[in-house]
Nanobody
Framework: QVQLVESGGGLVQAGASLRLSCAAS????????MGWFRQAPGKEREFVGG????????LYTNSVKGRFTISRDNAKNTVYLQMNSLKPEDTAVYYC?????????????????WGQGTQVTVSS
């Protein structure tokens, strides 16, 4: 069993930066693929990016490439989402997700564990 807790959300102006953290409990974190998703009001859940178990490989959706960076510290059981040059369209609740295996892609149905989410609001 893995429990995930996101933190670091908030209200910022366009162009600012935020770093989200996702702290995981459970002994399998270091072998789990991790993903970040977001959901804006009235919209479907959207894949932001993912990272493999070692941290050596990442994926990003096109809209955040070059602005967002995912990293992980397996010693701290934590995955991060560094968000730079934020835009109003980045406003959403951000969720981290963990797979029991190695999946870190964009299909939310393939993740086994989810955090409660953290709100990110970007004002123009």
């Amino acid at each position: 069993q893995v429990q995930l807790v996101e933190s670091g959300g908030g209200l910022v102006q366009a162009g600012a930066s935020l770093r989200l953290s996702c702290a995981a409990s459970g002994r399998t974190f270091s072998t789990s693929g991790m993903g970040w998703f977001r959901q804006a009001p009235g919209k479907e859940r959207e894949f932001v990016g993912g990272i493999n178990s070692s941290g050596g490989s990442t994926l990003y959706t096109n809209s955040v490439k070059g602005r967002f960076t995912i990293s992980r510290d397996n010693a701290k059981n934590t995955v991060y989402l560094q968000m730079n040059s934020l835009k109003p369209e980045d406003t959403a609740v951000y969720y981290c997700a963990a797979d029991r295996g190695s999946y870190y892609g964009g299909d939310f149905r393939l993740y086994d564990y989810w955090g409660q989410g953290t709100q990110v609001t970007v004002s123009s």
